[in-house]
């Protein structure tokens, strides 16, 4: 027996070593995929995440909409503002390193994107690192090979590069949550797993109100459903992720309880409009969704087939079903759906906590994943589907917007953001909402 304990050390320590070479490589390859894509413009809102990462604007009024007489001027964003400080806050620290203020405008494109692509790189590596730190499971080249795919996945190279939230401050807390859950269900010392599950119940608390409205409807789910069918939870568990959701959303209330109710306020406009279109006509609403989701089909698909995998993993081992591959399940299948009969959700970056979360369901879901044909289908299936939808490499062009004396520019906040001598109004509060802008100022939009 002992002399069979350095021969086990010696394969321990190569399988570390396999496994951080993987980790190294994959690093390499989502920077180096990704880095045809940093050079694209920024375009639109982006303008008023780069401010936020750059320039660091006090709350509440976090969005630069317009400049005039060379002032900026800022609006408040209807969310949460902890979403924007943390941006602010990577910024913060970003700006030791980095002098933006003698970038041109392409390295600032470059380094933006790239620095932005990082957020969604941490949860790659916190997904690694799920697979490494625990012996559950056991076939780890497999959920290695199936990481590599999602990365590269249209989802995961689209909402990587935006500067925006869901997909960046979402990516990272519903992420930690996740990673936290599982983690939680195999660490054996209870002052550990209950301190780690307050403090993801703490991020989600941070974040916008949805998120935490899905957690808490997906833990209720998941209780009655445990309940009925005898699968064994503790309460604990429960008690510590909501306390710890409690204390951040009480956190984000005394920080800025201007723009979290306002987020609800925000919500609840959007889905009465949602709402209203159900009652007048249930069978136009249904084909509304049905086309609205096919139009997203391009970043959807890969999480519609993660979502029906693990329901088919779930009921196939079902009767060795615990409490967190549940939760996890139903979190991020309302994650999805949730955002999915939206008509407002236009972009991929709605769905990236829903993605992830699917990923870590599928993890917890899959601990000793043996060849098979299933195997070969699903990754042949997301091979094609990264080949298929792959985003498009848009060239850089210079951005050039020529000032226009006494008038306000009708362009992006991106394009206003980088041509700082220039006033401008956002075009995204429309032309009604430009020419009150501009009454209110006492000047006028330029010819549109």
């Known amino acids: 027996m002992g002399e069979n304990n350095p021969t086990k050390g010696l394969g321990g320590m190569k399988r570390k070593a396999l496994y951080i070479i993987f980790l190294f490589l994959f690093i390499v390859l989502y920077i180096v995929i990704r880095k045809p894509y940093y050079s694209n413009n920024l375009r639109g809102e982006e303008g008023n995440f780069a401010d936020i990462f750059i320039n660091q604007p006090p709350g509440p009024n976090y969005l630069l909409i317009a400049r005039v007489n060379g002032m900026e001027i800022y609006d408040y964003p209807q969310h949460p503002a902890l979403l924007y400080e943390t941006i602010a806050s990577a910024g913060r620290v970003a700006e030791k390193v980095i002098n933006f203020s003698e970038l041109s405008v392409y390295k ?86 209950y301190t780690i599950l307050f403090f993801s119940g703490v991020v989600v608390g941070f974040g916008k109100n949805e998120w935490g409205i899905v957690l808490i409807a997906s833990l209720f789910v998941s209780v009655i ?22 204390a951040g959303t009480v956190i984000n209330i005394v920080f800025d309880g201007f723009n979290y109710f306002a987020g609800f306020k925000l919500m609840t406009g959007m ?39 693990n329901i088919i993993k779930a009921a196939f081992q079902f009767k060795k079903l615990f409490f967190e591959q549940i939760l996890l399940l139903f979190f991020s299948s309302l994650l999805f759906f949730a955002f999915s009969v939206s008509s407002w959700v236009d972009s991929s970056r709605y769905f990236v906590p829903a993605f992830f979360t699917s990923i870590f369901t599928y993890i917890l879901l899959t601990p000793n994943q043996k060849k098979s044909m299933f195997q070969i289908i699903l990754f042949s299936t997301i ?66």
């Open 225 to 246: 459903f445990s309940k009925l069918f005898s699968i064994k939870f503790q309460t604990a568990v429960i008690i510590s992720i909501l306390s710890g959701f409690a």
């Open 271 to 309: 889905l009465r409009g949602e709402t209203t279109g159900l009652t007048l006509n249930l069978q136009q609403f249904i084909k509304s969704w049905v086309q609205q989701n096919i139009e997203r089909l391009p970043y959807l698909s890969i999480i519609i087939i993660l979502l029906l995998v």
């Open 108 to 193: 600032t494109n470059v380094i933006l994107r790239a620095l932005f692509s990082s957020f969604q790189l941490v949860i790659w590596v916190l997904i690694w690192l799920t697979v490494v730190m625990f012996e559950y499971f056991q076939n780890k080249i497999h959920l290695f090979l199936l990481i590599g795919l999602l990365s590269l996945s249209p989802i995961a190279l689209e909402s990587s590069l935006f500067l925006q939230i869901d997909n960046t401050v979402g990516a990272l807390f519903i992420g930690f949550f996740c990673f936290s859950l599982i983690a939680s269900a195999f660490l054996k010392n209870r002052y550990v797993k």
């Open 383 to 448: 091979i094609g589907i990264d080949i298929y939808f792959a985003p498009i490499i848009q060239p850089f062009k210079q951005i050039e917007t020529y000032p226009e004396a006494g008038c306000l520019m009708d362009i992006g906040t991106a394009r206003g953001f980088i041509n700082t001598d220039v006033d401008f109004v956002t075009n995204s509060l429309g032309d009604k909402g430009q020419d009150n802008f501009a009454l209110k100022y006492n000047t006028r939009v330029c010819e549109r």
